[in-house]
C-alpha cells in the first residue's frame, strides 16, 4: 500500500522541483534585466558603477558626453 502512494507522491514532488526551477529562472532574469538597466542608467548619468570580475573590485566609468559650446 505504500507503494501505491510513493507512485502518486512523485509526479507532485517533479511538479514542485520544476516550479522551483522556474521561479528561480524567473528571479535570475529579473535581477540581470534590472541590473542592466540600473547600469545603462548611471551610465547615462555619468555615475560609476561597482561590481565584481573573478573575484576583484572593479569600477565600470561611463564615457564622457561631449556637450556643445552653446549649452
Do not use: C, W, Y
Not at 5 to 21: C, I, K, Q, Y
Not at 27 to 33: E, I, P, V
Not at 45 to 63: A, F, Y
Amino acid at each position: 500500500m505504500s507503494e501505491q502512494f510513493g507512485r502518486l507522491a512523485e509526479p507532485a514532488v517533479d511538479r514542485e522541483l520544476d516550479e522551483g526551477r522556474a521561479l528561480i529562472a524567473a528571479a535570475k532574469a529579473a535581477f540581470l534585466r534590472a541590473a542592466k538597466e540600473a547600469v545603462a542608467e548611471n551610465d547615462r548619468l555619468g555615475i560609476i558603477t561597482h561590481g565584481g570580475k573573478n573575484g576583484k573590485l572593479t569600477e565600470r566609468r561611463p564615457k564622457p558626453v561631449m556637450k556643445s559650446a552653446s549649452g
